[in-house]
């Protein structure tokens, strides 16, 4: 039976509350499962040894030694959350953006990112920085703590609680705030058994090996999963999240017979602001703590005093932009209706894609201008696919070009249609394009 979920401001008192026999993380090696309670967490979290650096960068990956690190770390040092899968150009601008003077983690990425590492600094606080997603210099570090992310699992507690029992399979990356709580702390909090998937080399056979309850994931890889045919039939409920995801995924996971929860959060609130926890996965309940508005022009407005960030890292002039007389101006378009909010569009000039990750639209415009004709007319825009779409102005012999941009970019960000149009592209009287009619323009698509 699932249990009420009860408020705690650290990672500590979250894993002193559950069951200290109880199996709080498991994970296969060499076809056999390994385990550990959270009496032995505990145990090994008192004794990590601090470094003497107060800024401290965790290269955060699936194994029980990069959890252990947080937690005994969290509060302690300042955190800087970063990936293990990402660019080594992305990771050295981060560690050098946020000053991290010691790093935890990937031996060989340690020693390859050691030359970025700056000078301690003992006037570094102990908050918990994650980067959003997207590319390197639109990504900001968001400024964290234990207590707003506590509060977070708190909030998610609320709207679906989990039970002792479950086991939880955790495939998400940590240093993405949706993974960290709704992976990691959410069913923490319950007490219940966090199953750490191997990632790409194991995600076929994962959920056989496991026979997971609950699992978080974004919509692309819950796509994959539902195509493959790879859920196991003990799975009754999944989080998605940090994207947008089709009804047929959707239908297709509730036609299994597993239950589908919506989510909608941002890295500046801590994940969760809205989850749906009916049977219209669109129509989303607003968690406990938050309180939400819908401005003029149609942008969620979001108020929370126990999770939103404390702001951007080192730009107070960015957080000023988003955080204006109590209320975080989210950038996404959204309607409550009979006390549900239902997400609408982006107001930012930012693409979200389904496997999570984001791309800002400038930024990368600025870099396509540099492989176009000089003076062409273009804009992007996404397709109801998701896919991008360029659409160009009485310019055909690119096609070269275009792949030649592509190849700097990972699947989910290469332009996978091209339109030839012959009239100029719609613009408001500002010159700005305005990219919601790109899809009625009618020309000829390139080959």
Not at 120 to 129: G, H, Q, T, V, Y
Not at 195 to 210: K, N, Y
């Amino acid at each position: 039976m699932s249990k009420m979920v009860i408020r705690r401001h650290s990672f500590h008192d979250i894993l002193s509350s559950a069951e200290p026999s109880s199996i709080a993380f498991s994970w296969q090696e060499k076809g056999r499962v390994l385990f550990c309670t959270y009496a032995q967490l505990l145990e090994k979290i008192d004794a990590f040894p601090l470094p003497k650096e107060h800024c401290v960068g965790v290269i955060c990956g699936s194994k029980l030694e990069t959890i252990v690190a947080i937690f005994a770390l969290a509060g302690k040092r300042r955190l800087v959350m970063l990936g293990e899968h990402d660019s080594l150009e992305t990771l050295s601008a981060q560690v050098e953006a946020t000053g991290v003077s010691k790093l935890y983690g990937d031996d060989e990425l340690v020693e390859e990112l050691s030359p970025c590492l700056a000078l301690d600094s003992a006037e570094a606080d102990n908050d918990i920085l994650f980067f959003t997603s997207g590319t390197t210099s639109m990504a900001m570090a968001v400024v964290l703590d234990e207590a707003r992310l506590c509060s977070s699992a708190y909030n998610g507690g609320c709207m679906l609680p989990l039970s002792r029992k479950d086991r939880f399979l955790s495939l998400l990356p940590l240093n993405h705030v949706f993974g960290f709580v709704c992976a990691l702390l959410w069913p923490l909090s319950f007490g219940a058994s966090v199953q750490l998937g191997g990632g790409v080399r194991t995600i076929f056979s994962d959920f056989v090996f496991f026979k997971p309850t609950v699992t978080s994931l974004v919509p692309q890889m819950a796509g994959f999963l539902v195509a493959k045919q790879l859920l196991n039939p003990e799975l009754k409920l999944a989080l998605i999240g940090a994207g947008s995801c089709s009804d047929t995924i959707l239908k297709e996971l509730k036609d299994s017979g597993i239950r589908v929860s919506y989510g909608y959060g941002l890295t500046e609130t801590s994940s969760g602001i809205a989850l749906s926890i009916g049977d219209d996965p669109r129509a989303m309940s607003i968690c406990p703590d938050y309180e939400l508005k819908i401005a003029g022009d149609g942008e969620i407005l979001v108020h929370c005093d126990t999770t939103i960030m404390k702001g951007y890292f080192d730009s107070p002039e960015a957080t000023a932009e988003v955080l204006r007389d109590g209320y975080l101006h989210t950038g996404d378009l959204g309607q409550i209706k009979d006390g549900f909010l239902y997400l609408i569009g982006r107001k930012k000039e930012i693409l979200v894609f389904d496997d999570g990750s984001k791309l800002y639209i400038p930024e990368y415009e600025g870099e396509l201008a540099t492989y176009l004709p000089i003076d062409s007319d273009f804009a992007i825009s996404q397709a109801e696919d998701g896919k991008i779409a360029l659409y160009i102005v009485r310019q055909h012999n690119i096609r070269n070009r275009i792949d030649s941009f592509n190849q700097h970019y990972p699947l989910s960000h290469k332009i996978a249609k091209v339109v030839v149009v012959s009239e100029p592209l719609p613009r408001t009287a500002s010159n700005k394009v305005q990219r919601y009619l790109l899809p009625t323009l009618k020309g000829e698509f390139l080959p």
